[in-house]
Protein backbone atom coordinates (compact mmCIF):
# COMPACT_ATOMS: atom_id res chain seq x y z
CA UNK A 1 0.00 0.00 0.00
CA UNK A 2 1.50 3.31 -1.02
CA UNK A 3 2.14 6.22 1.61
CA UNK A 4 0.88 9.24 1.37
CA UNK A 5 2.71 11.80 2.72
CA UNK A 6 1.86 15.60 2.75
CA UNK A 7 3.21 17.99 0.40
CA UNK A 8 6.10 20.16 2.00
CA UNK A 9 5.42 23.87 1.77
CA UNK A 10 7.18 25.60 -0.34
CA UNK A 11 9.56 28.27 1.15
CA UNK A 12 10.40 32.15 0.72
CA UNK A 13 13.96 31.45 0.17
CA UNK A 14 15.95 28.93 -2.13
CA UNK A 15 17.32 25.83 -0.47
CA UNK A 16 21.04 27.30 -0.94
CA UNK A 17 20.20 30.38 1.50
CA UNK A 18 18.38 28.27 3.62
CA UNK A 19 21.15 25.64 3.87
CA UNK A 20 23.83 28.46 4.05
CA UNK A 21 22.15 30.07 7.45
CA UNK A 22 21.37 26.92 8.73
CA UNK A 23 24.99 26.43 8.38
CA UNK A 24 26.30 29.33 10.02
CA UNK A 25 23.67 28.89 12.98
CA UNK A 26 25.23 25.19 13.36
CA UNK A 27 28.69 26.86 13.42
CA UNK A 28 27.62 29.40 16.04
CA UNK A 29 26.48 26.63 18.20
CA UNK A 30 29.93 25.36 17.37
CA UNK A 31 31.90 28.68 18.50
CA UNK A 32 29.56 28.94 21.48
CA UNK A 33 30.05 25.67 22.84
CA UNK A 34 33.64 25.69 22.69
CA UNK A 35 33.48 28.86 24.16
CA UNK A 36 31.25 27.72 26.73
CA UNK A 37 33.54 24.53 27.69
CA UNK A 38 37.22 26.97 27.88
CA UNK A 39 35.28 28.90 30.65
CA UNK A 40 34.38 26.12 32.20
CA UNK A 41 37.72 24.86 32.30
CA UNK A 42 39.11 27.79 33.46
CA UNK A 43 36.71 28.61 35.93
CA UNK A 44 38.14 29.73 39.31
CA UNK A 45 34.80 29.57 41.21
CA UNK A 46 32.55 27.29 39.61
CA UNK A 47 29.51 26.64 41.77
CA UNK A 48 28.92 23.15 41.18
CA UNK A 49 33.17 22.36 41.76
CA UNK A 50 32.82 24.10 45.14
CA UNK A 51 30.67 21.28 46.33
CA UNK A 52 31.21 18.39 44.09
CA UNK A 53 35.22 18.80 42.99
CA UNK A 54 37.06 19.03 39.72
CA UNK A 55 35.52 15.66 38.35
CA UNK A 56 32.08 17.47 37.50
CA UNK A 57 33.78 20.44 36.66
CA UNK A 58 35.55 18.63 34.00
CA UNK A 59 32.46 16.80 33.24
CA UNK A 60 30.35 19.90 32.79
CA UNK A 61 33.15 20.90 30.31
CA UNK A 62 33.41 17.94 28.23
CA UNK A 63 29.58 17.92 28.22
CA UNK A 64 30.02 21.44 26.54
CA UNK A 65 32.00 20.17 24.06
CA UNK A 66 29.39 17.61 22.77
CA UNK A 67 27.06 20.32 21.24
CA UNK A 68 30.09 22.15 19.07
CA UNK A 69 31.58 18.45 17.48
CA UNK A 70 28.10 18.08 16.66
CA UNK A 71 27.41 21.54 15.16
CA UNK A 72 30.91 20.92 12.85
CA UNK A 73 29.46 17.94 11.89
CA UNK A 74 25.79 19.13 10.83
CA UNK A 75 27.66 21.78 9.20
CA UNK A 76 30.19 20.11 6.88
CA UNK A 77 26.47 17.83 5.73
CA UNK A 78 25.69 21.78 4.91
CA UNK A 79 28.55 22.43 3.19
CA UNK A 80 28.78 19.16 1.46
CA UNK A 81 25.19 20.33 -0.16
CA UNK A 82 26.08 24.30 -0.79
CA UNK A 83 29.20 23.57 -2.54
CA UNK A 84 27.60 20.45 -5.13
CA UNK A 85 24.48 21.57 -6.37
CA UNK A 86 23.92 18.37 -8.88
CA UNK A 87 23.57 16.52 -5.32
CA UNK A 88 21.47 19.13 -4.54
CA UNK A 89 19.63 18.66 -7.80
CA UNK A 90 19.91 14.69 -7.50
CA UNK A 91 18.59 14.33 -3.88
CA UNK A 92 15.44 16.51 -4.69
CA UNK A 93 14.62 14.90 -7.67
CA UNK A 94 14.39 11.36 -5.91
CA UNK A 95 12.54 13.49 -3.18
CA UNK A 96 9.74 13.94 -6.10
CA UNK A 97 10.46 10.30 -6.76
CA UNK A 98 11.99 11.27 -10.35
CA UNK A 99 14.65 8.95 -9.72
CA UNK A 100 14.95 5.76 -6.86
CA UNK A 101 16.67 6.34 -3.69
CA UNK A 102 19.17 4.06 -4.20
CA UNK A 103 20.66 6.23 -6.29
CA UNK A 104 23.99 7.83 -4.98
CA UNK A 105 22.45 9.01 -1.84
CA UNK A 106 25.55 10.52 0.43
CA UNK A 107 24.56 9.75 4.17
CA UNK A 108 26.51 12.54 5.74
CA UNK A 109 23.96 15.72 4.86
CA UNK A 110 21.06 13.54 6.08
CA UNK A 111 22.62 12.82 8.65
CA UNK A 112 23.91 16.23 9.67
CA UNK A 113 20.47 17.16 8.66
CA UNK A 114 18.74 14.66 11.68
CA UNK A 115 21.77 16.26 14.03
CA UNK A 116 21.25 20.08 13.67
CA UNK A 117 17.34 19.29 13.89
CA UNK A 118 18.10 17.41 16.80
CA UNK A 119 20.46 20.33 18.42
CA UNK A 120 17.72 22.75 17.51
CA UNK A 121 15.10 20.91 19.08
CA UNK A 122 16.52 20.34 22.61
CA UNK A 123 18.23 24.00 22.29
CA UNK A 124 14.27 25.02 22.14
CA UNK A 125 13.44 23.27 24.82
CA UNK A 126 15.94 23.84 27.25
CA UNK A 127 15.84 27.26 26.76
CA UNK A 128 12.03 27.73 26.86
CA UNK A 129 12.53 26.30 30.35
CA UNK A 130 14.86 28.65 31.52
CA UNK A 131 12.67 31.24 30.28
CA UNK A 132 9.77 30.12 32.13
CA UNK A 133 12.08 30.10 35.10
CA UNK A 134 13.08 33.63 34.23
CA UNK A 135 9.51 34.46 34.30
CA UNK A 136 8.71 32.73 37.71
CA UNK A 137 6.57 30.12 36.31
CA UNK A 138 7.46 27.74 37.83
CA UNK A 139 7.30 29.87 41.38
CA UNK A 140 3.95 30.39 40.65
CA UNK A 141 2.33 26.94 40.05
CA UNK A 142 1.42 27.30 44.08
CA UNK A 143 -0.12 30.59 43.35
CA UNK A 144 -1.87 29.38 40.66
CA UNK A 145 -2.95 26.03 41.92
CA UNK A 146 -4.40 27.75 44.96
CA UNK A 147 -6.37 30.27 43.18
CA UNK A 148 -8.06 27.10 40.73
CA UNK A 149 -9.00 25.57 44.08
CA UNK A 150 -10.44 29.17 45.45
CA UNK A 151 -12.49 28.93 41.98
CA UNK A 152 -12.97 25.24 42.24
CA UNK A 153 -16.93 25.10 41.89
CA UNK A 154 -15.78 26.53 38.05
CA UNK A 155 -14.39 23.15 37.84
CA UNK A 156 -17.84 21.92 37.90
CA UNK A 157 -18.70 23.77 34.56
CA UNK A 158 -16.24 21.56 32.98
CA UNK A 159 -17.08 18.54 33.80
CA UNK A 160 -20.76 19.30 32.96
CA UNK A 161 -19.14 19.90 29.27
CA UNK A 162 -17.80 16.39 29.14
CA UNK A 163 -21.00 14.95 30.37
CA UNK A 164 -22.94 16.59 27.81
CA UNK A 165 -20.18 15.45 24.95
CA UNK A 166 -20.54 11.75 26.24
CA UNK A 167 -24.63 12.25 25.90
CA UNK A 168 -24.08 13.65 22.70
CA UNK A 169 -22.30 9.87 21.54
CA UNK A 170 -25.62 8.50 23.04
CA UNK A 171 -28.22 10.45 21.30
CA UNK A 172 -27.65 10.53 17.98
CA UNK A 173 -30.19 13.04 16.63
CA UNK A 174 -29.23 15.30 19.12
CA UNK A 175 -25.37 14.94 18.58
CA UNK A 176 -24.16 17.81 16.75
CA UNK A 177 -26.34 20.25 19.20
CA UNK A 178 -25.09 18.55 22.23
CA UNK A 179 -21.47 18.68 20.95
CA UNK A 180 -21.76 22.96 20.40
CA UNK A 181 -23.50 23.31 23.74
CA UNK A 182 -20.61 21.07 25.17
CA UNK A 183 -18.34 23.56 23.68
CA UNK A 184 -19.54 26.31 25.01
CA UNK A 185 -19.82 25.21 28.21
CA UNK A 186 -16.27 23.76 28.36
CA UNK A 187 -14.72 26.71 26.84
CA UNK A 188 -16.79 29.97 29.15
CA UNK A 189 -15.85 27.81 32.39
CA UNK A 190 -12.36 27.35 31.13
CA UNK A 191 -12.22 31.52 30.41
CA UNK A 192 -13.89 31.69 33.76
CA UNK A 193 -11.77 29.84 35.17
CA UNK A 194 -8.46 31.48 33.97
CA UNK A 195 -9.62 34.61 34.45
CA UNK A 196 -10.89 34.50 38.28
CA UNK A 197 -7.60 32.54 39.19
CA UNK A 198 -5.78 35.63 38.29
CA UNK A 199 -4.35 34.80 34.56
CA UNK A 200 -3.56 38.32 33.79
CA UNK A 201 -2.39 39.33 36.65
CA UNK A 202 0.23 36.67 36.15
CA UNK A 203 0.25 37.98 32.30
CA UNK A 204 1.33 41.22 33.53
CA UNK A 205 4.16 39.99 36.22
CA UNK A 206 5.81 38.15 33.31
CA UNK A 207 5.55 41.03 30.94
CA UNK A 208 7.18 43.24 33.78
CA UNK A 209 10.32 40.99 33.97
CA UNK A 210 11.16 42.32 30.09
CA UNK A 211 13.03 45.33 32.39
CA UNK A 212 16.08 42.75 32.47
CA UNK A 213 17.84 42.53 29.40
CA UNK A 214 18.91 38.81 29.91
CA UNK A 215 14.81 37.91 29.07
CA UNK A 216 15.09 39.59 26.02
CA UNK A 217 18.07 37.53 25.27
CA UNK A 218 16.68 34.50 26.08
CA UNK A 219 13.34 35.19 24.71
CA UNK A 220 15.28 35.66 21.57
CA UNK A 221 17.33 32.80 21.31
CA UNK A 222 13.94 30.50 21.88
CA UNK A 223 12.91 32.19 18.88
CA UNK A 224 15.76 31.40 17.10
CA UNK A 225 16.21 27.71 18.00
CA UNK A 226 12.19 27.18 17.10
CA UNK A 227 13.15 28.75 13.64
CA UNK A 228 15.79 26.74 13.08
CA UNK A 229 14.27 23.85 14.30
CA UNK A 230 10.99 24.76 11.92
CA UNK A 231 13.18 25.07 9.10
CA UNK A 232 15.53 21.44 9.69
CA UNK A 233 11.53 19.85 9.96
CA UNK A 234 10.56 21.43 6.41
CA UNK A 235 14.09 20.23 4.52
CA UNK A 236 13.36 16.96 4.16
CA UNK A 237 12.84 17.18 0.13
CA UNK A 238 16.26 19.28 -0.23
CA UNK A 239 18.27 15.90 1.75
CA UNK A 240 15.92 13.46 -0.43
CA UNK A 241 14.52 12.20 2.49
CA UNK A 242 12.13 9.02 1.62
CA UNK A 243 8.86 8.44 3.33
CA UNK A 244 10.35 5.95 5.46
CA UNK A 245 13.10 7.95 6.70
CA UNK A 246 10.55 10.54 7.87
CA UNK A 247 7.74 8.37 9.89
CA UNK A 248 11.87 7.21 11.73
CA UNK A 249 12.20 11.22 12.91
CA UNK A 250 8.92 11.71 13.85
CA UNK A 251 8.91 8.65 15.74
CA UNK A 252 11.77 9.73 17.64
CA UNK A 253 9.96 13.11 18.07
CA UNK A 254 7.41 12.01 19.54
CA UNK A 255 9.39 9.64 22.68
CA UNK A 256 11.63 12.78 23.13
CA UNK A 257 9.75 14.04 26.15
CA UNK A 258 10.40 11.14 27.73
CA UNK A 259 14.17 10.89 26.24
CA UNK A 260 14.86 14.29 27.46
CA UNK A 261 13.37 13.62 31.15
CA UNK A 262 15.02 10.35 31.12
CA UNK A 263 18.29 12.00 30.57
CA UNK A 264 17.76 15.27 32.77
CA UNK A 265 15.88 13.50 36.09
CA UNK A 266 17.58 9.56 35.88
CA UNK A 267 20.50 9.53 33.57
CA UNK A 268 22.22 12.85 35.35
CA UNK A 269 21.71 11.71 38.48
CA UNK A 270 22.34 8.24 38.19
CA UNK A 271 25.73 9.32 36.52
CA UNK A 272 26.71 11.63 39.31
CA UNK A 273 25.92 9.07 42.09
CA UNK A 274 28.02 6.69 40.36
CA UNK A 275 31.03 9.01 40.37
CA UNK A 276 29.75 10.04 44.06
CA UNK A 277 30.48 6.06 45.03
CA UNK A 278 34.39 6.47 44.48
CA UNK A 279 34.41 9.70 46.65
CA UNK A 280 33.97 10.52 50.43
CA UNK A 281 31.65 13.30 49.86
CA UNK A 282 29.70 14.64 52.77
CA UNK A 283 27.54 17.19 53.41
CA UNK A 284 29.83 20.59 53.79
CA UNK A 285 33.03 19.22 52.17
CA UNK A 286 34.49 19.12 48.59
CA UNK A 287 34.42 15.09 47.97
CA UNK A 288 37.51 13.88 47.37
CA UNK A 289 38.18 10.56 45.28
CA UNK A 290 39.36 7.63 47.33
CA UNK A 291 38.94 4.88 44.99
CA UNK A 292 37.35 1.48 45.98
CA UNK A 293 37.29 1.80 49.51
CA UNK A 294 33.54 2.58 50.07
CA UNK A 295 32.84 -1.07 48.67
CA UNK A 296 35.69 -2.35 50.49
CA UNK A 297 34.19 -0.84 53.65
CA UNK A 298 30.53 -2.68 52.01
CA UNK A 299 31.97 -6.09 51.28
CA UNK A 300 34.76 -6.52 54.29
CA UNK A 301 33.69 -9.44 56.12
CA UNK A 302 35.21 -11.25 58.93
CA UNK A 303 34.22 -14.74 60.24
CA UNK A 304 36.12 -15.63 63.25
CA UNK A 305 35.76 -18.68 66.11
CA UNK A 306 35.41 -17.30 69.78
CA UNK A 307 37.96 -18.55 71.39
CA UNK A 308 37.80 -19.67 75.48
CA UNK A 309 40.24 -16.52 76.07
CA UNK A 310 37.01 -14.54 74.35
CA UNK A 311 34.70 -13.68 77.03
CA UNK A 312 31.99 -11.77 74.59
CA UNK A 313 31.73 -12.77 70.91
CA UNK A 314 32.89 -8.63 69.56
CA UNK A 315 36.29 -9.77 71.28
CA UNK A 316 37.29 -11.95 68.49
CA UNK A 317 36.67 -9.59 65.45
CA UNK A 318 38.78 -6.76 64.56
CA UNK A 319 38.69 -3.28 66.52
CA UNK A 320 36.74 -1.71 63.29
CA UNK A 321 34.24 -4.92 63.05
CA UNK A 322 31.20 -5.52 64.44
CA UNK A 323 28.84 -8.27 65.04
CA UNK A 324 25.86 -9.44 62.28
CA UNK A 325 25.59 -12.66 63.52
CA UNK A 326 26.95 -15.89 65.49
CA UNK A 327 26.65 -19.16 64.85
CA UNK A 328 27.32 -22.13 66.86
CA UNK A 329 28.05 -25.63 65.23
CA UNK A 330 29.43 -28.33 67.19
CA UNK A 331 30.95 -27.09 70.41
CA UNK A 332 32.47 -24.14 68.62
CA UNK A 333 30.54 -20.92 68.31
CA UNK A 334 32.12 -18.56 65.46
CA UNK A 335 31.47 -14.81 64.60
CA UNK A 336 30.51 -13.06 61.66
CA UNK A 337 31.47 -9.50 61.85
CA UNK A 338 32.06 -6.81 58.98
CA UNK A 339 32.51 -3.10 58.85
CA UNK A 340 29.04 -1.84 58.14
CA UNK A 341 26.88 -4.50 60.16
CA UNK A 342 23.75 -2.70 59.48
CA UNK A 343 24.01 -2.94 55.56
CA UNK A 344 24.39 -6.67 55.82
CA UNK A 345 21.54 -7.08 58.85
CA UNK A 346 19.02 -4.93 56.77
CA UNK A 347 19.77 -6.34 53.19
CA UNK A 348 18.73 -9.92 55.43
CA UNK A 349 15.33 -8.16 56.69
CA UNK A 350 15.04 -7.00 52.82
CA UNK A 351 15.22 -10.48 51.58
CA UNK A 352 13.14 -11.89 55.00
CA UNK A 353 10.20 -8.92 53.40
CA UNK A 354 11.05 -10.03 49.89
CA UNK A 355 10.10 -13.93 50.72
CA UNK A 356 7.10 -13.08 52.42
CA UNK A 357 5.81 -10.21 50.24
CA UNK A 358 6.22 -12.33 46.86
CA UNK A 359 3.55 -14.94 48.05
CA UNK A 360 1.11 -12.97 49.72
CA UNK A 361 0.87 -10.30 46.85
CA UNK A 362 0.65 -13.28 44.22
CA UNK A 363 -1.33 -15.80 45.28
CA UNK A 364 -4.07 -13.74 46.62
CA UNK A 365 -4.54 -11.68 43.22
CA UNK A 366 -4.38 -15.07 41.09
CA UNK A 367 -7.62 -16.08 43.22
CA UNK A 368 -9.15 -12.40 42.96
CA UNK A 369 -8.07 -12.35 39.23
CA UNK A 370 -10.16 -15.63 38.54
CA UNK A 371 -13.29 -14.44 40.80
CA UNK A 372 -13.03 -11.03 38.79
CA UNK A 373 -12.95 -12.73 35.35
CA UNK A 374 -16.40 -14.25 36.32
CA UNK A 375 -19.37 -13.16 35.11
CA UNK A 376 -20.75 -12.16 38.85
CA UNK A 377 -22.90 -9.26 39.16
CA UNK A 378 -21.35 -6.02 39.66
CA UNK A 379 -17.65 -7.11 38.95
CA UNK A 380 -16.72 -4.14 37.51
CA UNK A 381 -17.59 -2.53 40.94
CA UNK A 382 -15.05 -4.79 42.51
CA UNK A 383 -12.31 -4.49 39.80
CA UNK A 384 -12.04 -0.48 40.69
CA UNK A 385 -12.98 -1.43 44.46
CA UNK A 386 -9.78 -4.04 44.79
CA UNK A 387 -7.28 -1.61 42.27
CA UNK A 388 -7.72 1.53 44.69
CA UNK A 389 -5.44 0.79 47.25
CA UNK A 390 -2.82 0.73 44.78
CA UNK A 391 -3.28 4.45 43.88
CA UNK A 392 -3.65 5.54 47.16
CA UNK A 393 -1.26 7.74 48.71
CA UNK A 394 1.38 5.29 50.83
CA UNK A 395 1.97 8.16 53.64
CA UNK A 396 -1.71 7.89 54.03
CA UNK A 397 -2.58 4.55 54.08
CA UNK A 398 0.18 3.53 56.47
CA UNK A 399 -1.01 6.44 59.03
CA UNK A 400 -4.43 4.52 58.65
CA UNK A 401 -3.34 1.34 59.00
CA UNK A 402 -1.01 2.29 62.33
CA UNK A 403 -3.03 4.08 63.87
CA UNK A 404 -6.65 2.15 62.84
CA UNK A 405 -5.17 -1.06 62.45
CA UNK A 406 -1.98 -1.81 64.20
CA UNK A 407 -2.48 0.34 67.43
CA UNK A 408 -2.56 -2.31 70.62
CA UNK A 409 -5.06 -0.37 72.14
CA UNK A 410 -8.03 0.71 69.76
CA UNK A 411 -6.42 -1.08 66.43
CA UNK A 412 -9.22 -3.21 64.77
CA UNK A 413 -7.09 -6.38 63.94
CA UNK A 414 -6.47 -7.00 67.42
CA UNK A 415 -10.33 -5.67 68.27
CA UNK A 416 -11.28 -8.62 65.58
CA UNK A 417 -9.11 -11.18 67.21
CA UNK A 418 -10.30 -10.74 70.44
CA UNK A 419 -14.37 -11.59 69.01
CA UNK A 420 -13.34 -14.58 67.35
CA UNK A 421 -11.26 -15.89 70.68
CA UNK A 422 -14.47 -15.07 72.67
CA UNK A 423 -17.02 -16.14 70.08
CA UNK A 424 -14.94 -19.71 69.79
CA UNK A 425 -14.42 -19.74 73.70
CA UNK A 426 -18.45 -19.26 74.05
CA UNK A 427 -19.31 -21.72 71.50
CA UNK A 428 -16.76 -24.41 72.13
CA UNK A 429 -16.10 -23.70 75.77
CA UNK A 430 -12.33 -23.40 75.38
CA UNK A 431 -10.54 -20.84 77.59
CA UNK A 432 -7.91 -19.39 74.86
CA UNK A 433 -6.42 -16.11 76.19
CA UNK A 434 -6.20 -12.94 73.97
CA UNK A 435 -2.70 -12.38 72.98
CA UNK A 436 -3.18 -8.69 72.89
CA UNK A 437 -0.32 -8.28 68.99
CA UNK A 438 2.02 -5.26 69.36
CA UNK A 439 1.96 -5.28 65.91
CA UNK A 440 4.93 -2.56 65.68
CA UNK A 441 5.93 -3.10 68.65
CA UNK A 442 6.83 -6.80 69.49
CA UNK A 443 10.14 -7.51 67.45
CA UNK A 444 8.88 -10.74 65.89
CA UNK A 445 5.54 -8.97 64.60
CA UNK A 446 7.30 -5.88 62.86
CA UNK A 447 8.50 -6.42 59.68
CA UNK A 448 5.67 -8.68 59.13
CA UNK A 449 3.29 -6.42 60.17
CA UNK A 450 5.33 -3.73 57.27
CA UNK A 451 4.78 -6.97 54.74
CA UNK A 452 1.02 -6.63 55.21
CA UNK A 453 0.49 -3.25 54.67
CA UNK A 454 3.01 -3.50 51.66
CA UNK A 455 1.05 -6.75 50.34
CA UNK A 456 -2.68 -4.97 50.78
CA UNK A 457 -1.41 -1.88 48.15
CA UNK A 458 0.21 -4.25 45.44
CA UNK A 459 -2.59 -6.89 45.36
CA UNK A 460 -4.65 -4.63 43.51
CA UNK A 461 -1.93 -3.70 40.76
CA UNK A 462 -1.29 -7.32 40.67
CA UNK A 463 -4.66 -8.47 40.68
CA UNK A 464 -5.11 -6.14 36.94
CA UNK A 465 -2.49 -7.92 35.67
CA UNK A 466 -3.59 -11.54 36.19
CA UNK A 467 -6.73 -10.02 34.95
CA UNK A 468 -5.72 -8.87 31.61
CA UNK A 469 -3.63 -12.65 31.20
CA UNK A 470 -7.01 -14.71 32.14
CA UNK A 471 -8.82 -12.81 29.59
CA UNK A 472 -5.93 -13.43 26.82
CA UNK A 473 -7.03 -16.92 27.25
CA UNK A 474 -9.23 -18.81 24.93
CA UNK A 475 -12.82 -19.96 25.65
CA UNK A 476 -12.68 -22.70 23.88
CA UNK A 477 -9.83 -24.28 26.00
CA UNK A 478 -12.19 -24.28 28.99
CA UNK A 479 -15.26 -25.60 26.90
CA UNK A 480 -13.25 -28.52 25.22
CA UNK A 481 -11.92 -29.14 29.28
CA UNK A 482 -15.44 -29.09 30.02
CA UNK A 483 -16.35 -31.62 27.63
CA UNK A 484 -13.73 -33.84 28.35
CA UNK A 485 -14.75 -33.89 32.25
CA UNK A 486 -12.61 -31.66 33.65
CA UNK A 487 -13.91 -30.13 37.03
CA UNK A 488 -13.14 -26.44 37.78
CA UNK A 489 -9.86 -27.05 39.94
CA UNK A 490 -8.59 -29.50 37.10
CA UNK A 491 -8.90 -26.81 34.22
CA UNK A 492 -7.58 -23.73 36.88
CA UNK A 493 -4.44 -26.54 37.60
CA UNK A 494 -3.87 -27.64 33.84
CA UNK A 495 -4.92 -24.56 31.35
CA UNK A 496 -5.19 -21.31 33.81
CA UNK A 497 -1.97 -21.62 35.76
CA UNK A 498 0.37 -22.87 32.46
CA UNK A 499 -1.10 -20.12 30.23
CA UNK A 500 -0.69 -17.50 33.30
CA UNK A 501 3.09 -18.14 33.23
CA UNK A 502 4.38 -15.21 30.94
CA UNK A 503 2.33 -12.82 33.70
CA UNK A 504 3.05 -14.97 37.13
CA UNK A 505 6.64 -14.06 36.03
CA UNK A 506 6.60 -10.59 35.23
CA UNK A 507 4.10 -10.21 38.69
CA UNK A 508 6.90 -12.13 40.86
CA UNK A 509 9.65 -9.85 39.23
CA UNK A 510 7.82 -6.51 39.79
CA UNK A 511 7.01 -7.95 43.63
CA UNK A 512 10.64 -8.47 43.99
CA UNK A 513 11.73 -5.35 42.73
CA UNK A 514 9.60 -3.92 44.34
CA UNK A 515 10.51 -5.27 47.69
CA UNK A 516 13.75 -4.87 47.32
CA UNK A 517 13.87 -0.93 46.97
CA UNK A 518 11.23 -0.74 50.04
CA UNK A 519 11.03 2.38 52.04
CA UNK A 520 7.94 4.24 52.31
CA UNK A 521 6.14 2.09 54.67
CA UNK A 522 8.43 1.51 57.33
CA UNK A 523 9.67 4.77 57.33
CA UNK A 524 6.02 6.12 58.07
CA UNK A 525 4.96 3.67 60.35
CA UNK A 526 7.88 4.25 62.79
CA UNK A 527 7.60 8.16 61.48
CA UNK A 528 7.26 8.68 65.60
CA UNK A 529 10.11 6.65 66.57
CA UNK A 530 13.66 8.61 66.49
CA UNK A 531 14.43 6.01 63.56
CA UNK A 532 12.75 2.71 62.45
CA UNK A 533 13.48 -0.43 64.11
CA UNK A 534 16.64 -2.48 62.95
CA UNK A 535 14.32 -5.62 63.09
CA UNK A 536 12.32 -3.55 60.25
CA UNK A 537 15.22 -1.46 58.84
CA UNK A 538 15.57 -1.96 55.43
CA UNK A 539 18.75 -2.04 52.83
CA UNK A 540 17.20 1.16 51.17
CA UNK A 541 16.58 3.10 54.62
CA UNK A 542 19.61 2.08 55.36
CA UNK A 543 20.87 3.89 52.21
CA UNK A 544 18.60 6.70 53.64
CA UNK A 545 20.66 6.94 56.83
CA UNK A 546 24.13 7.09 55.57
CA UNK A 547 23.01 9.94 53.27
CA UNK A 548 21.69 12.43 55.23
CA UNK A 549 22.18 10.93 58.66
CA UNK A 550 25.94 11.15 58.44
CA UNK A 551 26.20 10.06 62.61
CA UNK A 552 24.40 7.01 61.93
CA UNK A 553 26.68 4.29 61.79
CA UNK A 554 29.96 6.07 62.85
CA UNK A 555 29.25 3.53 66.15
CA UNK A 556 29.58 0.77 64.86
CA UNK A 557 32.89 2.11 62.87
CA UNK A 558 31.42 2.70 59.18
CA UNK A 559 31.38 5.01 56.57
CA UNK A 560 28.64 7.73 55.96
CA UNK A 561 27.75 10.60 54.02
CA UNK A 562 26.81 10.61 50.05
CA UNK A 563 29.58 8.89 48.77
CA UNK A 564 29.29 6.08 50.69
CA UNK A 565 25.76 6.18 50.54
CA UNK A 566 25.76 5.99 46.72
CA UNK A 567 27.96 2.68 47.09
CA UNK A 568 25.22 1.10 48.72
CA UNK A 569 22.69 2.32 46.22
CA UNK A 570 25.10 0.76 43.10
CA UNK A 571 25.38 -2.49 45.40
CA UNK A 572 21.56 -2.88 45.40
CA UNK A 573 21.11 -2.30 41.97
CA UNK A 574 23.72 -4.48 40.93
CA UNK A 575 21.34 -6.92 43.19
CA UNK A 576 18.05 -5.91 42.14
CA UNK A 577 20.20 -6.34 38.35
CA UNK A 578 21.72 -9.63 38.93
CA UNK A 579 18.21 -11.42 40.37
CA UNK A 580 16.18 -9.85 37.27
CA UNK A 581 18.56 -11.64 34.86
CA UNK A 582 18.56 -14.61 36.89
CA UNK A 583 14.67 -15.01 36.31
CA UNK A 584 14.61 -14.22 33.05
CA UNK A 585 17.24 -17.01 32.18
CA UNK A 586 15.24 -19.21 34.07
CA UNK A 587 12.14 -17.96 32.39
CA UNK A 588 13.75 -18.26 28.85
CA UNK A 589 15.26 -21.76 29.75
CA UNK A 590 11.72 -23.00 30.81
CA UNK A 591 9.94 -21.75 27.79
CA UNK A 592 12.85 -23.54 25.30
CA UNK A 593 11.91 -27.00 27.57
Known amino acids: MA ?21 IWALAIAVYSIY ?21 QYFFGFLSLVPAVLGIFSALG ?39 LGLNYLGTVLSAFYLLHLWDVFIGLDEVAEAIYENRVLLWGLVGAYLLFWLSGKIIRLQRTLELIALAVGSISFILLLLFSGVHEALIYIAGQYDSLIVWIVTAVVIIFGIFTYNALQMGRTFGETPEQSIGWQGWMLVSPNVIGFGLFLAGPLLLSFYLSFTNAKVGQVPKFNGLENYTTIFSLQLREQKPEHQYPIEALDSDYSIVHTYKLGNTR ?12 SLENTLQFCL ?43 LIWRTALYSSQIGYLNYAIEQIINA ?23 LFSVVLLTAWQIIGFNTVLFLAGLQGIPNALYEAASVDGASRWQQFRHITLPLLAPTTFFVVVTTIINALQVFNEPYV ?5 QQVPDTVAT ?55
Open 3 to 23: TLTKPQAKSAFTPSLVLLLSM
Open 36 to 56: LAWRIFNAEAFDVRESLGNTV
Open 78 to 116: FALLITNPERLNLYQRIADHELPPAQGIDRIPLLGRYVF
Open 334 to 345: YVLGARDARFWL
Open 356 to 398: MLVPLATIPAIGLAVVLNSQLPGVKFYRALYFLPSVAAVVGTA
Open 424 to 446: TNAIFGTDIENPQFGWLIDSRLQ
Open 525 to 529: LYSRE
Open 539 to 593: AVYHLYLKAFQSTSGNELGAASGFGYASAVAWVLFALIFSVTLLQFRVSRSGEER
